[in-house]
């Protein structure tokens, strides 16, 4: 144990020489103990430098704005809702939510990419392109697969594909009409 003391010491010692050749802004980390007793070196930190977990993340702009956009609406709606106790707010908010109609008939749902409504109107001729690439691309593989395996061979993935096969033509034929409609504008 007579050693600890000693290297104690002459960490000390170390330390303060340290400290004398510091240049502006530099600092010195004190040595500290070990489980096992023994003393780490100090250790002399820069001038300027940041530790990795104190260094800010990266944000895009994007996600700044988001955040700002965030903010301003939570200080908003706290704005709105009067300070009342807990269980008042409660109870507005549960009979805002039973206000609420539900409506009886579920709305279907497709994949946008797959369906003529997704492009609308005032979309660029350079969507169109892209769809009508796409769906062409669609075609041409699944009639591909067609022409190679006979149709009692074939899983039920591609079953699925080979019916979709004409809703994907009249697609393509409404989004060709739709771009010669643009194109003639």
Do not use: C
């Amino acid at each position: 144990m007579a050693s600890n003391n000693g290297a104690g010491e002459e960490q000390l010692t170390r330390m303060e020489e340290l400290s004398k050749t510091l240049k502006e802004g530099e600092r010195i980390l004190a040595p500290t103990r070990r489980p096992d007793g023994t003393l780490r070196k100090p250790i002399r930190i820069r001038a300027g430098y940041v530790p990795q977990e104190e260094v800010a993340i990266y944000q895009s702009k994007g996600a700044l704005a988001a955040l700002e956009k965030g903010k301003n609406s939570e200080a908003e709606e706290d704005d709105e809702i009067p300070k009342e106790d807990g269980s008042e707010s409660v109870k507005s908010l549960t009979s805002q939510i039973n206000d609420l109609a539900v409506s009886q008939n579920p709305v279907p749902t497709s994949h946008p990419s797959n369906s003529v409504e997704a492009s609308d109107a005032g979309a660029p001729a350079q969507d169109l392109d892209k769809k009508i690439r796409a769906l062409k691309k669609k075609i041409r593989l699944a009639e591909g697969q067609q022409q190679k395996t006979p149709m009692e061979d074939m899983k039920p993935e591609r079953m699925e594909k080979l019916a979709k096969l004409e809703g994907w033509r009249e697609e393509l034929k409404l989004l060709e009409d739709k771009k010669a409609e643009l194109a003639a504008l």
